[in-house]
Protein backbone atom coordinates (compact mmCIF):
# COMPACT_ATOMS: atom_id res chain seq x y z
CA UNK A 1 0.00 0.00 0.00
CA UNK A 2 2.82 2.69 0.66
CA UNK A 3 4.07 1.87 -2.76
CA UNK A 4 1.07 2.79 -4.38
CA UNK A 5 0.76 6.20 -2.24
CA UNK A 6 4.61 6.78 -2.96
CA UNK A 7 4.06 6.36 -6.75
CA UNK A 8 0.94 8.12 -7.03
CA UNK A 9 2.08 11.13 -4.92
CA UNK A 10 5.42 11.31 -7.49
CA UNK A 11 2.64 11.18 -10.19
CA UNK A 12 0.73 14.15 -8.87
CA UNK A 13 3.72 16.19 -7.73
CA UNK A 14 5.24 15.53 -11.09
CA UNK A 15 2.20 16.31 -13.06
CA UNK A 16 1.62 19.69 -11.36
CA UNK A 17 5.05 20.35 -12.09
CA UNK A 18 4.29 20.13 -15.54
CA UNK A 19 0.94 21.93 -15.83
CA UNK A 20 2.39 24.59 -13.97
CA UNK A 21 5.64 24.70 -16.26
CA UNK A 22 7.69 25.88 -13.52
CA UNK A 23 10.50 23.29 -14.88
CA UNK A 24 10.99 21.82 -18.13
CA UNK A 25 8.44 19.11 -19.07
CA UNK A 26 11.44 16.86 -20.10
CA UNK A 27 13.38 17.25 -16.99
CA UNK A 28 10.41 16.67 -14.52
CA UNK A 29 9.11 13.82 -16.33
CA UNK A 30 12.70 12.25 -16.36
CA UNK A 31 12.98 13.17 -12.75
CA UNK A 32 9.32 11.22 -12.02
CA UNK A 33 10.25 8.27 -13.85
CA UNK A 34 13.64 7.63 -11.94
CA UNK A 35 12.18 8.75 -7.97
CA UNK A 36 10.05 5.90 -8.39
CA UNK A 37 13.37 3.57 -9.34
CA UNK A 38 15.24 5.29 -6.48
CA UNK A 39 12.72 4.63 -3.88
CA UNK A 40 12.75 1.38 -4.94
CA UNK A 41 9.48 0.38 -4.78
CA UNK A 42 7.08 -2.74 -4.88
CA UNK A 43 4.93 -4.05 -7.12
CA UNK A 44 2.18 -5.70 -7.00
CA UNK A 45 3.75 -9.02 -7.55
CA UNK A 46 6.28 -8.79 -4.63
CA UNK A 47 9.17 -7.40 -6.71
CA UNK A 48 11.13 -4.34 -7.07
CA UNK A 49 10.75 -1.14 -9.33
CA UNK A 50 13.95 -1.53 -11.06
CA UNK A 51 15.00 0.12 -14.11
CA UNK A 52 15.10 -2.81 -16.19
CA UNK A 53 11.06 -3.07 -15.59
CA UNK A 54 11.09 0.94 -15.94
CA UNK A 55 12.66 0.48 -19.32
CA UNK A 56 10.10 -2.42 -20.58
CA UNK A 57 7.31 0.18 -20.21
CA UNK A 58 9.20 2.78 -23.21
CA UNK A 59 7.34 1.96 -26.36
CA UNK A 60 10.28 1.99 -28.52
CA UNK A 61 8.44 1.27 -31.11
CA UNK A 62 6.70 5.09 -30.58
CA UNK A 63 10.43 6.55 -30.04
CA UNK A 64 11.85 4.93 -33.31
CA UNK A 65 8.45 6.03 -35.28
CA UNK A 66 9.00 9.41 -33.81
CA UNK A 67 12.84 9.38 -34.56
CA UNK A 68 11.94 8.45 -38.50
CA UNK A 69 9.44 11.25 -39.19
CA UNK A 70 11.09 13.73 -37.65
CA UNK A 71 14.04 12.95 -39.94
CA UNK A 72 12.05 12.59 -43.34
CA UNK A 73 10.35 15.69 -42.47
CA UNK A 74 13.30 17.87 -41.58
CA UNK A 75 14.61 16.93 -44.76
CA UNK A 76 11.44 17.25 -46.61
CA UNK A 77 11.41 20.55 -45.66
CA UNK A 78 14.90 21.80 -46.90
CA UNK A 79 13.57 21.29 -50.42
CA UNK A 80 10.99 23.88 -49.83
CA UNK A 81 7.75 21.87 -50.46
CA UNK A 82 6.23 23.08 -46.91
CA UNK A 83 6.59 26.77 -48.10
CA UNK A 84 4.85 25.63 -51.33
CA UNK A 85 1.63 23.90 -50.14
CA UNK A 86 1.38 26.46 -47.37
CA UNK A 87 1.09 29.30 -49.83
CA UNK A 88 -1.52 27.10 -52.82
CA UNK A 89 -3.28 26.23 -49.38
CA UNK A 90 -3.73 29.79 -48.32
CA UNK A 91 -4.28 31.25 -51.72
CA UNK A 92 -6.98 28.96 -52.33
CA UNK A 93 -8.62 29.96 -49.04
CA UNK A 94 -8.56 33.65 -50.39
CA UNK A 95 -6.13 34.15 -47.64
CA UNK A 96 -9.08 33.94 -45.07
CA UNK A 97 -7.12 32.94 -42.11
CA UNK A 98 -10.36 31.06 -40.25
CA UNK A 99 -11.10 29.19 -43.90
CA UNK A 100 -7.67 28.05 -43.95
CA UNK A 101 -7.65 26.77 -40.68
CA UNK A 102 -11.02 24.74 -41.28
CA UNK A 103 -9.80 23.14 -44.03
CA UNK A 104 -6.73 22.33 -42.84
CA UNK A 105 -9.01 20.82 -39.93
CA UNK A 106 -10.58 18.12 -42.22
CA UNK A 107 -7.13 17.63 -43.93
CA UNK A 108 -5.86 16.71 -41.31
CA UNK A 109 -8.29 14.21 -39.35
CA UNK A 110 -8.61 12.58 -42.98
CA UNK A 111 -4.98 12.11 -43.13
CA UNK A 112 -5.04 10.72 -39.90
CA UNK A 113 -7.73 8.30 -40.84
CA UNK A 114 -5.30 6.50 -42.41
CA UNK A 115 -1.76 7.16 -41.72
CA UNK A 116 -1.08 7.30 -37.86
CA UNK A 117 -1.60 10.82 -35.99
CA UNK A 118 1.67 11.72 -34.84
CA UNK A 119 3.26 11.09 -38.80
CA UNK A 120 0.14 13.63 -40.00
CA UNK A 121 0.91 16.26 -37.14
CA UNK A 122 4.52 16.15 -38.25
CA UNK A 123 3.44 17.04 -42.07
CA UNK A 124 0.63 19.45 -41.25
CA UNK A 125 2.21 21.40 -38.35
CA UNK A 126 5.19 23.06 -39.99
CA UNK A 127 2.78 23.73 -43.02
CA UNK A 128 0.27 25.57 -40.61
CA UNK A 129 2.73 27.48 -38.92
CA UNK A 130 4.63 28.92 -42.49
CA UNK A 131 1.10 29.67 -43.46
CA UNK A 132 0.09 32.07 -39.92
CA UNK A 133 4.08 33.60 -40.96
CA UNK A 134 3.04 34.25 -44.36
CA UNK A 135 -0.17 36.40 -43.24
CA UNK A 136 1.70 37.78 -40.05
CA UNK A 137 -0.89 36.12 -37.57
CA UNK A 138 0.03 33.45 -34.77
CA UNK A 139 0.11 30.13 -35.86
CA UNK A 140 -0.48 28.83 -32.22
CA UNK A 141 -4.81 28.23 -32.62
CA UNK A 142 -3.94 26.60 -36.03
CA UNK A 143 -1.67 23.96 -34.01
CA UNK A 144 -3.93 23.09 -31.43
CA UNK A 145 -6.93 22.65 -33.26
CA UNK A 146 -4.66 20.45 -35.94
CA UNK A 147 -3.64 18.30 -33.19
CA UNK A 148 -7.27 18.27 -31.91
CA UNK A 149 -8.01 17.25 -35.81
CA UNK A 150 -5.45 14.16 -35.61
CA UNK A 151 -6.74 12.53 -32.76
CA UNK A 152 -10.10 13.00 -33.76
CA UNK A 153 -9.22 11.43 -37.27
CA UNK A 154 -7.05 8.78 -36.08
CA UNK A 155 -10.01 7.52 -34.02
CA UNK A 156 -12.03 6.87 -37.44
CA UNK A 157 -9.85 3.69 -37.93
CA UNK A 158 -7.76 0.83 -36.89
CA UNK A 159 -4.54 2.03 -38.20
CA UNK A 160 -5.44 5.58 -37.22
CA UNK A 161 -4.79 5.53 -33.19
CA UNK A 162 -2.59 3.15 -31.07
CA UNK A 163 -5.49 2.36 -28.58
CA UNK A 164 -7.77 0.91 -31.48
CA UNK A 165 -4.66 -1.31 -33.13
CA UNK A 166 -4.64 -2.94 -29.54
CA UNK A 167 -8.16 -3.22 -29.31
CA UNK A 168 -8.27 -4.89 -32.44
CA UNK A 169 -5.91 -7.32 -31.85
CA UNK A 170 -7.13 -7.98 -28.61
CA UNK A 171 -10.90 -8.62 -30.05
CA UNK A 172 -9.75 -10.10 -33.51
CA UNK A 173 -12.35 -7.01 -34.92
CA UNK A 174 -11.43 -5.87 -38.09
CA UNK A 175 -10.85 -3.01 -40.50
CA UNK A 176 -13.84 -2.94 -41.40
CA UNK A 177 -15.78 -3.14 -38.04
CA UNK A 178 -14.03 -0.34 -37.13
CA UNK A 179 -14.74 1.66 -40.04
CA UNK A 180 -18.55 0.66 -39.95
CA UNK A 181 -19.16 1.63 -36.30
CA UNK A 182 -16.65 3.91 -35.81
CA UNK A 183 -16.26 6.17 -38.88
CA UNK A 184 -19.94 7.68 -38.71
CA UNK A 185 -19.48 9.56 -35.41
CA UNK A 186 -16.34 10.83 -36.06
CA UNK A 187 -17.76 12.34 -39.58
CA UNK A 188 -20.76 13.77 -37.41
CA UNK A 189 -17.52 14.81 -34.46
CA UNK A 190 -15.60 16.42 -37.24
CA UNK A 191 -18.28 18.63 -38.63
CA UNK A 192 -19.72 19.79 -34.97
CA UNK A 193 -15.75 20.79 -34.19
CA UNK A 194 -15.70 22.92 -37.53
CA UNK A 195 -19.00 25.00 -36.39
CA UNK A 196 -17.26 24.91 -32.56
CA UNK A 197 -13.78 26.22 -33.72
CA UNK A 198 -15.62 28.70 -35.72
CA UNK A 199 -17.53 30.06 -32.47
CA UNK A 200 -14.15 30.33 -30.80
CA UNK A 201 -11.99 31.77 -33.31
CA UNK A 202 -13.84 33.87 -35.72
CA UNK A 203 -12.64 37.31 -34.26
CA UNK A 204 -9.39 36.82 -32.63
CA UNK A 205 -7.38 36.29 -36.29
CA UNK A 206 -7.35 39.73 -37.98
CA UNK A 207 -5.27 39.73 -41.46
CA UNK A 208 -3.90 43.14 -42.97
CA UNK A 209 -5.66 43.64 -46.30
CA UNK A 210 -2.11 44.24 -47.74
CA UNK A 211 -0.27 41.21 -46.44
CA UNK A 212 -3.37 39.12 -47.61
CA UNK A 213 -3.28 40.86 -51.35
CA UNK A 214 0.41 40.21 -50.71
CA UNK A 215 -0.19 36.75 -50.60
CA UNK A 216 -2.63 35.90 -52.91
CA UNK A 217 0.04 37.59 -55.73
CA UNK A 218 3.06 35.39 -54.12
CA UNK A 219 4.40 33.54 -56.89
CA UNK A 220 5.03 29.79 -56.05
CA UNK A 221 7.32 28.90 -59.19
CA UNK A 222 10.76 29.21 -56.99
CA UNK A 223 9.82 27.93 -53.65
CA UNK A 224 10.90 24.48 -54.56
CA UNK A 225 14.78 24.38 -53.89
CA UNK A 226 15.46 20.62 -55.27
CA UNK A 227 13.38 19.39 -57.21
CA UNK A 228 15.11 16.47 -58.13
CA UNK A 229 15.64 15.49 -54.52
CA UNK A 230 11.45 16.22 -53.59
CA UNK A 231 10.75 13.39 -55.96
CA UNK A 232 13.21 10.85 -54.46
CA UNK A 233 11.86 11.70 -51.02
CA UNK A 234 8.06 11.18 -52.39
CA UNK A 235 9.07 8.25 -53.71
CA UNK A 236 10.50 6.83 -50.32
CA UNK A 237 7.35 8.37 -48.21
CA UNK A 238 5.21 6.41 -50.90
CA UNK A 239 7.04 3.20 -50.15
CA UNK A 240 7.12 4.67 -46.59
CA UNK A 241 3.48 4.31 -46.64
CA UNK A 242 2.45 0.95 -48.39
CA UNK A 243 4.88 -0.32 -45.67
CA UNK A 244 2.60 1.69 -42.76
CA UNK A 245 -0.73 -0.34 -44.82
CA UNK A 246 1.42 -3.63 -44.87
CA UNK A 247 2.81 -3.65 -41.97
CA UNK A 248 1.20 -7.07 -40.80
CA UNK A 249 2.26 -8.88 -43.73
CA UNK A 250 5.53 -7.72 -44.07
CA UNK A 251 5.95 -8.55 -40.11
CA UNK A 252 7.89 -5.16 -39.09
CA UNK A 253 7.01 -2.49 -36.85
CA UNK A 254 5.73 0.94 -38.11
CA UNK A 255 9.29 2.17 -36.07
CA UNK A 256 11.33 0.03 -38.18
CA UNK A 257 9.40 0.66 -41.27
CA UNK A 258 10.15 4.82 -40.35
CA UNK A 259 13.54 4.12 -39.48
CA UNK A 260 14.63 2.34 -42.39
CA UNK A 261 12.72 5.20 -44.60
CA UNK A 262 14.47 8.26 -42.48
CA UNK A 263 17.84 6.33 -43.20
CA UNK A 264 17.48 6.00 -47.19
CA UNK A 265 16.26 9.38 -47.30
CA UNK A 266 19.58 10.58 -45.58
CA UNK A 267 21.44 8.91 -47.62
CA UNK A 268 19.87 10.55 -50.38
CA UNK A 269 20.19 14.17 -49.28
CA UNK A 270 23.34 15.09 -47.72
CA UNK A 271 25.01 11.93 -46.33
CA UNK A 272 28.43 14.10 -45.17
CA UNK A 273 26.21 16.28 -42.62
CA UNK A 274 23.73 13.56 -40.79
CA UNK A 275 25.06 15.66 -37.32
CA UNK A 276 23.75 18.38 -38.46
CA UNK A 277 20.18 17.29 -39.72
CA UNK A 278 20.05 14.74 -36.58
CA UNK A 279 20.63 17.92 -34.37
CA UNK A 280 18.28 20.39 -36.15
CA UNK A 281 15.50 18.00 -37.30
CA UNK A 282 14.93 15.74 -33.96
CA UNK A 283 13.07 16.85 -30.99
CA UNK A 284 15.26 14.97 -28.66
CA UNK A 285 13.34 16.94 -26.08
CA UNK A 286 9.87 15.89 -26.66
CA UNK A 287 11.45 12.28 -26.56
CA UNK A 288 12.62 12.23 -23.57
CA UNK A 289 9.56 13.86 -22.19
CA UNK A 290 8.12 10.74 -23.69
CA UNK A 291 10.75 8.47 -21.53
CA UNK A 292 9.93 9.84 -18.71
CA UNK A 293 6.26 9.71 -18.95
CA UNK A 294 6.36 5.66 -19.96
CA UNK A 295 8.42 5.17 -17.04
CA UNK A 296 5.59 6.74 -14.61
CA UNK A 297 3.00 5.17 -16.56
CA UNK A 298 4.78 2.07 -16.04
CA UNK A 299 5.03 2.64 -12.09
CA UNK A 300 1.64 3.40 -12.06
CA UNK A 301 0.81 -0.29 -12.99
CA UNK A 302 3.19 -2.39 -11.76
CA UNK A 303 2.11 -1.17 -8.44
CA UNK A 304 -1.83 -1.93 -9.15
CA UNK A 305 -3.18 1.68 -9.06
CA UNK A 306 -4.18 1.08 -13.13
CA UNK A 307 -5.78 -2.00 -12.23
CA UNK A 308 -7.82 -0.84 -8.71
CA UNK A 309 -8.93 2.31 -10.81
CA UNK A 310 -10.28 -0.27 -14.22
CA UNK A 311 -11.99 -2.37 -12.04
CA UNK A 312 -13.65 0.35 -9.94
CA UNK A 313 -15.53 1.55 -12.92
CA UNK A 314 -16.64 -1.84 -13.50
CA UNK A 315 -18.15 -2.75 -10.19
CA UNK A 316 -19.70 0.80 -9.65
CA UNK A 317 -21.76 0.08 -12.83
CA UNK A 318 -23.45 -3.19 -11.60
CA UNK A 319 -22.15 -4.89 -14.74
CA UNK A 320 -25.00 -3.50 -16.33
CA UNK A 321 -23.68 -3.06 -20.16
CA UNK A 322 -25.63 -0.06 -21.25
CA UNK A 323 -23.98 1.43 -18.06
CA UNK A 324 -20.43 0.49 -18.33
CA UNK A 325 -20.49 1.53 -22.31
CA UNK A 326 -21.82 5.18 -21.37
CA UNK A 327 -19.65 5.32 -18.34
CA UNK A 328 -16.55 3.94 -19.89
CA UNK A 329 -16.78 6.89 -22.58
CA UNK A 330 -15.99 9.42 -20.01
CA UNK A 331 -13.80 7.65 -17.45
CA UNK A 332 -11.68 6.50 -20.49
CA UNK A 333 -11.58 10.23 -21.86
CA UNK A 334 -11.09 11.57 -17.91
CA UNK A 335 -7.91 9.34 -17.85
CA UNK A 336 -6.54 9.33 -21.17
CA UNK A 337 -6.93 13.27 -20.75
CA UNK A 338 -4.12 13.02 -17.91
CA UNK A 339 -2.32 9.48 -18.63
CA UNK A 340 -0.81 8.14 -21.63
CA UNK A 341 -3.86 6.08 -23.19
CA UNK A 342 -2.24 3.00 -24.28
CA UNK A 343 -1.44 1.71 -20.79
CA UNK A 344 -5.01 2.26 -19.74
CA UNK A 345 -6.32 0.43 -22.78
CA UNK A 346 -3.62 -2.34 -21.98
CA UNK A 347 -5.19 -2.53 -18.59
CA UNK A 348 -9.06 -2.70 -19.42
CA UNK A 349 -9.04 -4.96 -22.31
CA UNK A 350 -8.54 -8.02 -19.78
CA UNK A 351 -10.62 -6.54 -17.57
CA UNK A 352 -13.38 -6.45 -19.61
CA UNK A 353 -12.93 -9.85 -21.09
CA UNK A 354 -13.02 -11.32 -17.62
CA UNK A 355 -16.31 -9.12 -17.55
CA UNK A 356 -17.52 -10.71 -20.62
CA UNK A 357 -19.63 -14.14 -19.06
CA UNK A 358 -21.66 -11.30 -16.38
CA UNK A 359 -23.40 -9.76 -19.51
CA UNK A 360 -25.26 -12.80 -19.77
CA UNK A 361 -23.75 -14.04 -23.18
CA UNK A 362 -24.91 -10.16 -24.64
CA UNK A 363 -22.23 -9.44 -27.22
CA UNK A 364 -20.00 -6.81 -25.33
CA UNK A 365 -19.02 -4.73 -28.73
CA UNK A 366 -20.57 -1.51 -27.61
CA UNK A 367 -17.81 -1.93 -24.54
CA UNK A 368 -15.19 -1.70 -26.89
CA UNK A 369 -16.63 1.34 -29.29
CA UNK A 370 -17.07 3.14 -25.91
CA UNK A 371 -13.33 1.99 -24.79
CA UNK A 372 -11.92 3.07 -27.80
CA UNK A 373 -14.27 6.76 -28.22
CA UNK A 374 -12.85 7.52 -24.86
CA UNK A 375 -9.36 6.85 -24.69
CA UNK A 376 -8.91 8.51 -28.75
CA UNK A 377 -10.64 10.86 -28.27
CA UNK A 378 -9.82 11.78 -24.34
CA UNK A 379 -6.66 12.43 -25.12
CA UNK A 380 -7.28 15.53 -26.66
CA UNK A 381 -7.74 16.80 -22.86
CA UNK A 382 -4.68 18.21 -22.34
CA UNK A 383 -1.14 19.04 -24.05
CA UNK A 384 -0.09 15.59 -22.75
CA UNK A 385 -3.29 13.67 -23.15
CA UNK A 386 -1.88 12.77 -26.40
CA UNK A 387 1.19 11.85 -28.72
CA UNK A 388 0.37 14.08 -31.18
CA UNK A 389 -0.37 16.88 -28.61
CA UNK A 390 3.09 16.75 -27.55
CA UNK A 391 4.67 16.42 -30.95
CA UNK A 392 2.23 20.02 -32.21
CA UNK A 393 4.10 21.82 -29.21
CA UNK A 394 7.58 20.65 -29.20
CA UNK A 395 7.26 21.49 -33.20
CA UNK A 396 5.72 25.29 -32.31
CA UNK A 397 8.45 25.62 -29.57
CA UNK A 398 10.94 24.33 -32.07
CA UNK A 399 9.83 27.34 -34.66
CA UNK A 400 9.56 30.23 -31.61
CA UNK A 401 6.12 29.57 -30.89
CA UNK A 402 5.87 27.96 -27.49
CA UNK A 403 2.72 26.83 -26.71
CA UNK A 404 1.67 26.85 -22.46
CA UNK A 405 -0.22 23.83 -21.01
CA UNK A 406 -2.94 25.55 -19.75
CA UNK A 407 -3.21 27.52 -23.37
CA UNK A 408 -3.75 24.53 -25.33
CA UNK A 409 -6.14 22.72 -22.57
CA UNK A 410 -8.14 26.51 -22.29
CA UNK A 411 -9.39 25.66 -26.01
CA UNK A 412 -8.90 21.78 -26.76
CA UNK A 413 -10.82 21.00 -23.34
CA UNK A 414 -13.87 22.45 -24.98
CA UNK A 415 -13.47 19.93 -28.34
CA UNK A 416 -12.73 17.37 -25.74
CA UNK A 417 -16.39 17.38 -24.10
CA UNK A 418 -18.31 18.23 -27.11
CA UNK A 419 -16.56 14.95 -29.05
CA UNK A 420 -17.33 12.98 -25.50
CA UNK A 421 -21.15 14.20 -25.13
CA UNK A 422 -21.64 13.07 -28.83
CA UNK A 423 -19.53 9.53 -28.66
CA UNK A 424 -22.03 9.03 -25.49
CA UNK A 425 -25.27 9.56 -27.27
CA UNK A 426 -23.92 7.69 -30.50
CA UNK A 427 -23.69 4.73 -28.11
CA UNK A 428 -26.59 5.05 -26.54
CA UNK A 429 -28.52 5.47 -29.88
CA UNK A 430 -27.47 2.85 -31.71
CA UNK A 431 -26.85 0.47 -29.70
CA UNK A 432 -29.07 0.38 -26.89
CA UNK A 433 -31.87 2.50 -28.03
CA UNK A 434 -34.95 0.61 -28.58
Same mark, same amino acid.
Given at each position: ????? *? &? ?24 ? =? ?33 ? =? ?32 ? !? ?26 ? #?????? @? ?16 ? =? ?17 ? #?????? *? ?11 ? &?? #?????? *? ?21 ? !? $?????? #? ?20 ? !? ?45 ? @? *? ?14 ? /? ?43 ? =??? $? ?20 ? /? ?48
Amino acid at each position: MFSMI *L &VLFIFVLTYMFIITEWVNKMTIALLG =GFLIILCHVMTKSGKVFTQDIALTYIDWNVIFLLI =GMMIIMGVLRDTGVFQYIAIKTAQFAKGNPLRIM !LFMFVITATISALLDNVTTVMIIVPVNI #LIASEL @GISPIPFVITQAVASNIG =GTATLIGDPPNIMIGSATE #LTFLDF *LINLTPVIIVITL &VS #LLVITL *LFRNTMQVNNTKRAKLMEFDTSN !L $ITNRKL #LRRILIVIGLLLIGFTTQELLE !LTSGTIAIIAALVILIMSNRKEVEHIMSKSVDWVSLFFFVGLFMIVG @G *LKETGILDIVARFILT /ATHSNLKLTSLAMVWFAGFLSAVIDNIPFVATMIPLIKDMASSFG =GVS $IHPLWWSLALGSCLGGNGTMIG /ASANIISVGIAKKSGHPISFWLFTKYSIILTVVSLVISTLYIYLRYFFH
